[in-house]
C-alpha cells in the first residue's frame, strides 16, 4: 500500500502538532493548515488521500470547509473531529461528505482504528 498523504486542518496548534505526531509515526505523509481557509487551498493543490479537520474554526468553520471541498469536487476522504460533538453536527457533517466524525479527545488508537476503517479494502 503506498503512504497515505494526509491533511490536518485545526486552527489549534498543540492539537494540529499533536495529530501530527500521531500521524507521521504511524507512517503517513502528513501537511498542516492553520485554518479552514488555509486548508481549503492545500486540499485544492495537494492531492491528499485524507483530510483531518476540526469542526469549529474560525474564518471557515469545518462544515463550510467541507461544503466547499464537495463545490470543489476533492475527493479525499474526510475525518471531523469535534470538541462540541451533537447528533445534529454529526448529520450536518454526514451530509456534506464527512467519512467519520469523532468526539475530543481523540486518542491516537480511535484515530489509527478510523483510518485503518476507512482505507481497507
Same mark, same amino acid.
Given at each position: 500500500?503506498? *503512504?497515505? &498523504?494526509?491533511?490536518? =486542518?485545526?486552527?489549534? +496548534?498543540? *492539537?494540529?502538532?499533536?495529530?501530527?505526531? @500521531? #500521524?507521521?509515526?504511524?507512517?503517513? +505523509?502528513?501537511?498542516?493548515?492553520?485554518?479552514?481557509?488555509?486548508?481549503?487551498?492545500?486540499? +485544492?493543490?495537494?492531492?491528499?488521500?485524507?483530510?483531518?479537520?476540526?469542526?469549529?474554526?474560525?474564518?471557515?468553520?469545518? #462544515?463550510?470547509?467541507?461544503?466547499?471541498? &464537495?463545490?470543489?469536487?476533492? $475527493? $479525499? %476522504?474526510?475525518?471531523?473531529?469535534?470538541?462540541?460533538?451533537?447528533?445534529?453536527?454529526?448529520?450536518? $457533517? +454526514?451530509? =456534506?461528505?464527512?467519512?467519520?466524525? #469523532?468526539?475530543?479527545? =481523540?486518542?491516537?488508537?480511535?484515530?489509527?482504528?478510523? @483510518?485503518?476503517?476507512?482505507?481497507? %479494502?
Amino acid at each position: 500500500m503506498e *503512504t497515505l &498523504k494526509i491533511l490536518v =486542518v485545526d486552527d489549534e +496548534e498543540h *492539537t494540529r502538532l499533536g495529530y501530527a505526531e @500521531i #500521524l507521521k509515526m504511524g507512517g503517513y +505523509e502528513v501537511d498542516l493548515a492553520v485554518d479552514g481557509l488555509d486548508g481549503l487551498f492545500k486540499a +485544492e493543490n495537494g492531492g491528499y488521500d485524507l483530510i483531518i479537520t476540526d469542526l469549529r474554526m474560525p474564518k471557515l468553520n469545518g #462544515l463550510e470547509f467541507l461544503e466547499k471541498m &464537495k463545490e470543489r469536487n476533492i $475527493a $479525499a %476522504k474526510v475525518i471531523v473531529i469535534t470538541a462540541f460533538g451533537s447528533y445534529k453536527s454529526f448529520k450536518e $457533517a +454526514e451530509n =456534506v461528505g464527512a467519512c467519520v466524525y #469523532l468526539n475530543k479527545p =481523540v486518542r491516537a488508537a480511535d484515530l489509527d482504528a478510523a @483510518i485503518t476503517e476507512l482505507f481497507r %479494502k
